[in-house]
């Protein structure tokens, strides 16, 4: 294993933060700040857990400051309360 080096599969369709900072060419604690405040467009299953980044999302962001499907939320992508409770939580 070779420290610091983060190989990025050509083919890989979704990144990890440490991947996307690979590919954007900053440190992962920044890309993962710039994932956190939703600057860049990624996913997270689990609040907490690991980011999904898209590679199409991700190259966008660097070529024009948004990918095209992004909406400006205002805690970004950290979890949609609002979205959940929509999805039939009100109980
Ligand atoms: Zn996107």
């Not at 900072?21 to 609040?47: F, P």
């Not at 948004?66 to 039939?88: I, K, T």
């Amino acid at each position: 294993m070779s420290a610091g080096l983060v190989v990025v599969p050509a083919a890989a369709e979704f990144l990890t933060v440490a991947e996307a900072a690979a590919v954007a060419r900053c440190h992962t604690v920044t890309m993962r700040r710039r994932v956190e405040s939703g600057e860049v467009h990624a996913t997270q299953r689990v609040k907490g857990g690991r980011w999904t980044i898209a590679r199409v999302c991700l190259e966008e962001q660097l070529l024009s400051g948004a990918c095209s499907h992004q909406r400006p939320r205002r805690s970004g992508n950290v979890v949609d309360l609002a979205a959940r409770r929509r999805a039939g939580g009100g109980r």
